[in-house]
């Protein structure tokens, strides 16, 4: 490689305990043992405002937001999350591995409130200001076994407390994402071993890498 390596977003998505976190750490675990320079960051709540905002979004208590105004909320952090940190970051050189971005909010805010789909795309864009995942991968889940697996790591928040029909609709939302961009999203069933999907997510995501 010569001069300056190229930065570049990778994104780990899909429903309720579905092992993001998980294997977006993981992730970043073997982007740094191949020497390269590995940023982990989540959304919402990825900056110190977007903490703010992530508490807004996800507290059971208090005036819940409209669906327009949940949408907004979200692209917030993202405006704020791409400008101060995803974006300079790439800058630099780095690969950013955000746990949730812009397939999230297709997938919740369009198909599980049944937001128009344009208009989330729309605002959506405005939000990323032109930074987009390079690479994306889905952790496909029934949501009921997510739901399980999330209730094991504490009290459910706001949107895991939504109705079983709303997260069947967001994972219908990222297998149409996923149809539709085959080149840019993999798709794993996230019932398998974390070890097994850890190793597929790094070989993938270093031989796209190498090869971009
Ligand atoms: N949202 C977000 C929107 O509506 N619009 C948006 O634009 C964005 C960005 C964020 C919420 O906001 C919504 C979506 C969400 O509702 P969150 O905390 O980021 O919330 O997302 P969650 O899905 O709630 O995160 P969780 O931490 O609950 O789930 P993960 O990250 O998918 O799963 P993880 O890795 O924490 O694992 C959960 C448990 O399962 C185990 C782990 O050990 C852990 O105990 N596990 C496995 N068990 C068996 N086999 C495997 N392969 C396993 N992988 C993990």
């Known amino acids: 490689m010569s001069g300056r390596p190229r930065g570049a977003l990778l994104t780990v998505e899909g429903?309720?305990?579905a092992g993001k976190t998980t294997q977006?750490?993981?992730?970043v675990e073997a982007l740094r043992s191949s020497g390269r320079e590995a940023v982990l960051t989540r959304e919402p709540g990825g900056t110190e405002l977007g903490r703010d905002i992530r508490r807004m979004l996800l507290a059971l208590d208090g005036e819940a937001p409209a669906p327009e105004a949940e949408l907004l909320l979200y692209l917030a952090d993202r405006a704020q999350h791409v400008r101060r940190l995803?974006?300079?970051?790439?800058e630099r050189g780095a690969i950013v591995v955000a746990?949730?971005?812009s397939d999230s909010t297709i997938a919740y805010q369009a198909h599980g409130r049944g937001l128009p789909l344009d208009a989330v795309r729309?605002?959506?864009d405005f939000a990323r200001g032109g930074i987009a995942p390079f690479l994306t991968f889905v952790l496909d889940l029934e949501p009921e076994a997510g739901?399980?697996?999330?209730r094991a790591t504490g009290p459910a928040d706001r949107l895991?407390?939504?109705?079983?029909?709303f997260h069947r609709r967001v994972r219908e939302g990222f297998r149409a994402i996923a149809a539709?961009?085959?080149g840019r999203v993999v798709v794993l069933d996230a019932s398998r071993p974390v070890d097994d999907l850890a190793r597929e997510i790094a070989a993938t995501a270093l031989d796209r890498l190498e090869h971009a």
């Open 15 to 17: 429903v309720e305990g």
């Open 24 to 27: 977006a750490a993981r992730l």
């Open 86 to 90: 995803v974006g300079p970051a790439i």
């Open 99 to 101: 746990d949730r971005f």
């Open 122 to 124: 729309a605002i959506d």
């Open 147 to 150: 739901l399980v697996r999330a």
């Open 160 to 165: 895991e407390s939504e109705e079983i029909a």
């Open 180 to 182: 539709a961009s085959p």
